[in-house]
């Protein structure tokens, strides 16, 4: 695991009480009609707020919103999530119109300790996505101590994430923490057998994350149309169903090299077939053999589940990344749905540690009503993958040298 440094580390070597502490947290959060309609980010960064406040520190937070073009827009201020972030908390929280310079100092200079501000969008600069330091060290201005709490943030090297991590001693949050935790249990010091799960829609966003797997887990588990394309490429008849032909070869490398780091490739034995890709069309089930030529693939079947069911049963440890099927439209999400409770029924008995994440993973557990019995379900989409990818996030190397 890095060796970065925790709120142990910053409650050791120094008093809070009235200590300004820079925390970036990932209050890009969904808003609907000017209110915020998922309050997940806001609830995974409270627990770090509340401790420094609880402490006497003065809380200042740090995040991006949206996509500004380097410049203020008010259709992305912070304003309206400060305020939802206050009311969960509980706590004062206030706001200011910049991140840097006289407006944040004037408003951290009227801080009482023990409360919380919230800084305006730091892509309102274009230093901030440039990793400007004149920017990075103007923001540091603001606090005698950095924090990053937003995993999610951590694959982008921008001055809030990175930059400041060179003008502040710089510690890793409660969320960050457990993030870095979780993932560590899952693919960097995992208990054996490791299975890791990917699902969705096209090899060629995932070429990297399947190239990765291989060479660190016992068993992957190739789900979705990224399927397709992997049985074609071993002579299997696909129909209409999504598939990549140029990426045949990829296919076939990628089968070759898990076979040379002694990884088992599991691919559908059988598969869900439609003849159109609608909620409630007429199904069959039919072995990887017998696809006809007018059928999409659109799940996979009841023996495939059956089959990872058994494979689960030997894990001590499954990650998951996309899908079985095309789950949001019924009744397509069956296998997803049945393998995600398999995984989670095992996760609470407390048989094996299940971390999944990225891009539509949490939706579809979610969905499943899985989620909550996983061990851990990052909320981080890009970051997630990135990690899963093998890569250097620079946000949690920054942390690992300072
Ligand atoms: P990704 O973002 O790569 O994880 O892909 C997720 C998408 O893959 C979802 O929208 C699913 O509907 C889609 N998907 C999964 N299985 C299939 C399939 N057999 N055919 C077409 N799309 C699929």
Redesign the pocket.
Same mark, same amino acid.
């Given at each position: 695991m890095s060796g970065h440094k925790t709120l142990e580390d910053l409650f050791t070597a120094v008093g809070l009480e009235g200590l300004r502490v820079l925390i970036r947290a990932d209050l890009n959060v969904p808003m609907q009609d000017g209110k915020v309609s998922d309050a997940t980010r806001i609830e995974r960064v409270a627990p770090t707020l509340k401790e420094l406040a609880a402490r006497g520190a003065k809380v200042i937070v740090l995040s991006h919103f949206g996509r500004p073009k380097g410049a203020p827009d008010e259709k992305y201020s912070l304003k309206p999530v400060a305020d939802a972030l206050g009311a969960h908390l509980g706590i004062e929280t206030s706001f200011a119109a910049d991140c840097i310079g006289e407006t944040a100092a004037r408003a951290i200079e009227a801080m009482k300790p023990g409360t919380v501000l919230v800084l305006e969008n730091t892509r309102f600069h274009a230093g901030e996505e440039n990793n400007d330091p004149g920017f990075s060290e103007a923001l540091a201005r603001n606090g005698n101590v950095y924090i990053n709490d937003a995993f999610s943030c951590a694959h982008r090297a921008h001055a809030s994430t990175e930059g400041i991590t060179h003008f502040l001693p710089s510690y890793a949050g409660r969320a960050m923490e457990a993030e870095l935790s979780a993932l560590d249990a899952a693919l960097g010091n995992p208990k054996r057998p490791v299975v890791a799960i990917v =699902?969705?829609?096209?090899v060629s966003?995932?070429i990297a994350l399947l190239g990765n797997l291989v060479k660190k887990v016992d068993a992957l588990v190739i =789900? $979705?149309?990224?399927?397709?394309t992997f049985l074609a490429a071993q002579g299997k008849k696909v129909g209409k169903?999504?598939c990549e032909p140029d990426l045949f070869d990829t296919a076939r490398h990628i089968l070759a090299n898990a076979r040379a780091a002694k990884c088992d490739i599991v691919l559908p034995i059988d598969?869900v077939i439609a003849r159109e890709?609608k909620a409630g069309a007429e199904t069959q089930t039919v072995a990887v053999d017998n696809v006809p030529e007018d059928a999409?693939?659109?799940?996979v079947g009841a023996q495939t589940i059956a089959h990872l069911g058994e494979r689960f049963q030997e894990a001590k440890t499954i990650v998951w990344?996309?899908?079985? =099927?095309?789950?949001?439209?019924p009744p397509?999400d069956r296998g997803?749905t049945e393998a995600a409770r398999i995984v989670a029924e095992r996760s609470k008995r407390g048989e094996l540690v299940s971390v999944a994440g $990225?891009?539509?993973?949490v939706a579809?557990l979610n969905e499943a009503g899985a989620a909550d019995d996983f061990t851990y379900v990052s909320a981080a989409g890009g970051a997630f993958l990135e990690w899963m990818e093998g890569i250097e996030l620079p946000g949690v190397a920054a942390l690992s040298r300072r």
């Open positions: =699902g969705g829609a096209k966003t995932k =789900g $979705g149309g990224m399927a397709n169903s999504l598969v890709f999409i693939i659109l799940d990344n996309g899908p079985l =099927g095309a789950f949001e439209v397509f997803t $990225g891009g539509d993973t579809a």
